[in-house]
């Protein structure tokens, strides 16, 4: 098994929303297993925070099944992975939904409300995933350690698995934060049952930023930690990344901050893959010279319909047999917007390996065909990213390819790359551009396999800098985030094929910069108000 995945055997981790989406959080003890009882051992304290992890792949203890919030779907709607995905890349170019189920194609369109079920999840998610951190913290601090008789190597290792888990918390208010601005808040203070307050951005800013810096230094060493567990350089990374966005949350650009911590993680070992496609395979575990840390799935362990098993699924048809699982979904595909990025003109063709576009059994022109039609699966670019394919040609762990194996990488060193450049141009005083230059064109050498894709100075600018990022992040969650940052999302300078809700694109209310806070959250939390526009 790879890691950290595990089942989950401890039933005090049970915990549940008390009312819907209320984000008022209880424990409920089963079967006589208090924490006294459960924390008595290193295994409790390891099985623990495989359930913090695990929260990450999984929407409940068993699949979609006792989902973790109830009154939602397991798979679709209160996992992570999926709902992060379709709120991030459906409002954009990137990803258009052929399924008509319940409001998923408001997301496209940018014409969601307060009382989507989808958005709902989105927002559950994070709060519940905090509340299960803050308890396993509030049972990590020195004196239940040494109340418990624990000392040396174990009392070591379960502050290393406190730090991991505030790592795990920040990342969870960094999701919350970019999705929804203002948000429920809680920390292990706050006692189980405790109301949550509301805070602003600019506050949640602060606190995330606070807790990364203080948790880089009690990581482990980047590269040092088991794979699919976070080390210093996970930390360093969502710095970069939440410093590059700071402008957006807090109406303060930080991009000397963005290229210092960029530059940390790009010197701190790791390096690119040779070949772009095995990123997202099955086996892209074996990628951690690229893969600063992932998100594991397993056709066995992870069995869930809302991590990657749906990026595969959903991105294909009656080729299912091509992405290595048993059946195709036929859902998900991208517009003319993404494939432009990589095709000029009519042409067909490019060099750029990492143009994943399907052009079997539907027989698709990847620059030529358009959307008429969203309900029409045909219709649209075919992604072919991410796979269940292994390398060596493997069936996969679930013998009737029903669930995948491939990992969802959170961070990797190419957007480092990327956000240092960015931030140059944008003004970071702590780089330089001829670096910049130097770390875009080592990311098209790999994407090119040779020097003949890579740029000049002069074609070097904030608008190559954003393109870019789709022809190297397309489908891993960053598009909505970005176009915000460059004022594209819901403004007329940019314009794809049914965004909107027309299918030659229109410019759309600003409020669809955020998400609303959901109207139920709102009925059972008087600490919280709603986004304006909402």
């Not at 049972?139 to 290393?160: L, Q, V």
């Not at 960094?174 to 506050?203: I, R």
């Not at 209310?509 to 986004?531: F, G, S, W």
Request: a negative charge; aromatic letters at 12%; one cysteine or more.
């Amino acid at each position: 098994m790879k890691n950290i995945i595990k089942n989950i055997a401890i039933a005090f981790l049970s915990m549940s929303i008390v009312t819907s989406c209320s984000n008022k959080l209880d424990l409920f003890p089963q079967n006589d297993m208090t924490p006294n009882n459960a924390y008595a051992t290193m295994d409790g304290y390891t099985s623990v925070l495989a359930k913090i992890y695990g929260s990450l792949s999984l929407g409940g203890n068993e699949g979609d099944g006792s989902p973790d919030i109830s009154g939602l779907d397991g798979g679709s709607q209160i996992s992570f992975i999926r709902p992060f995905f379709n709120l991030q890349e459906l409002p954009t170019d990137e990803a258009v939904c052929a399924w008509n189920d319940q409001t998923i194609k408001d997301f496209h369109n940018l014409a969601w409300t307060s009382s989507d079920p989808f958005i709902k999840g989105a927002y559950a998610r994070p709060i519940w995933n905090i509340g299960l951190i803050n308890a396993f913290l509030r049972e990590a601090t020195d004196a239940k350690i040494s109340e418990r008789g624990f000392s040396g190597a174990d009392a070591a290792n379960i502050k290393n698995m406190a730090a991991e888990a505030r790592f795990i918390r920040a990342f969870n208010y960094w999701v919350a934060m970019d999705l929804f601005g203002k948000y429920s808040f809680l920390t292990e203070a706050d006692q189980t049952g405790t109301t949550p307050v509301e805070k602003p951005a600019n506050e949640i800013f602060a606190y995330i930023e606070t807790e990364l810096k203080a948790v880089e230094e009690l990581l482990p060493a980047a590269r040092s930690n088991v794979y699919g567990r976070v080390d210093k350089a996970a930390a360093q990374a969502l710095l970069a990344r939440m410093y590059l966005n700071a402008e957006t949350y807090t109406g303060a650009g930080k991009y000397n901050e963005a290229a210092t911590y960029a530059k940390k993680v790009i010197e701190s070992g790791y390096s690119l893959s040779t070949d772009y496609y095995r990123l997202f395979q099955a086996d892209n575990n074996t990628q951690t010279n690229e893969v600063i840390w992932a998100i594991n799935c397993d056709g066995l362990m992870t069995q869930g319909h809302g991590n990657t098993t749906f990026l595969v699924h959903a991105a294909s048809g009656d080729d299912a047999p091509d992405y290595n699982v048993g059946s195709g979904w036929a859902g998900y595909r991208a517009t003319k917007g993404l494939s432009s990025k990589f095709y000029s003109g009519n042409t067909t063709t490019t060099n750029d390996k990492r143009a994943l576009f399907t052009t079997s059994k539907y027989k698709i022109d990847p620059v030529e065909n358009e959307i008429d039609d969203i309900t029409n699966f045909n219709n649209g670019v075919h992604v072919k990213k991410w796979t269940n394919n292994y390398v060596d040609g493997r069936i996969g762990n679930h013998p009737d390819r029903n669930f995948t194996d491939t990992d969802f990488p959170v961070f990797r060193l190419s957007e480092m790359y990327l956000i240092y450049a960015e931030a140059v141009l944008r003004g970071a005083t702590t780089g330089d551009k001829a670096t910049a230059l130097s770390y875009v064109n080592t990311v098209r050498s790999r994407a090119y396999g040779n020097a003949s894709g890579n740029i000049s100075d002069a074609s070097l600018n904030l608008q190559f800098i954003l393109d870019e990022r789709a022809r190297e992040l397309y489908w891993e969650g960053h598009r909505r985030t970005d176009l915000i940052r460059f004022n594209q999302l819901v403004t007329d300078t940019y314009l794809w094929a049914w965004k909107g809700g027309v299918q030659g694109g229109r410019a759309v209310d600003a409020k669809y910069k955020l998400y609303p806070v959901p109207a139920e959250a709102i009925m059972v939390n008087p600490n919280l108000t709603q986004t304006t526009g909402y």
